[in-house]
């Protein structure tokens, strides 16, 4: 592999990840915190509001909801089709949640950013989906459908108004 994640072999063109995001409607989002301030829910949320739906998949609120969906423990637990896996978990992590991904039927397996399990991709790869590693869900979404500003974010905040 090579040493730049970004320019693995695996690593797919603007293309493609176009056309994923395009097909996608459910993305499970595993890792997903309930507090507002975390990469997992402020991804979750600008994705939810671009018309997915998201699946929150974390032990730590299985019963309770986020983001109004009920959340599970695992992707096992997820009622109904999974279009992308987005796995905001650590890098040794992922293998189990390839498996689980390839298990559910889904078809992306998407690595956030700083989560690199080649291993994993692979697998994953083999059994049929794609797969996506060190990279946002949320601003690859947003860079590719005109939704990112200075910054990466559209917080509002930043303006060249004068308040007055």
């Known amino acids: ?7 693995a072999p695996e690593a797919p063109d ?16 595993v890792g997903l915190s309930a507090d507002w301030h975390r990469p997992s829910f402020f991804a979750a949320k600008y994705m939810q ?31 109904g089709p999974v279009d992308i896996v987005d796995v905001f978990r650590r890098t040794e992590e992922v293998g189990p949640i390839a498996d689980a991904a390839i298990a559910i039927g ?16 692979a697998k994953a790869r083999a059994a049929g989906l794609a797969t996506v590693m ?3 869900v949320k ?3 947003a860079r590719l459908f005109g939704g990112l500003h200075w910054a990466g974010v559209n917080t509002g905040v930043v303006s060249a ?3 007055g």
Do not use: F
């Open 1 to 7: 592999m090579a040493d730049d994640p970004q320019q």
């Open 49 to 79: 509001q671009r018309g997915y739906r998201i699946r929150p998949v974390n032990p730590r609120y299985a019963g309770a909801t986020v983001l109004g969906e009920p959340c599970v423990a695992s992707l096992a637990e997820v009622d």
């Open 161 to 163: 108004r004068r308040r």
């Open 14 to 29: 603007d293309a493609t990840l176009r056309g994923l995001l395009r097909a996608a409607r459910t993305i499970a989002v």
């Open 139 to 141: 601003i690859e979404h």
């Open 106 to 121: 889904a078809k992306v397996l998407w690595q956030q950013i700083g989560v690199l399990n080649h291993d994993a991709a």
């Open 134 to 136: 060190n990279r946002c």
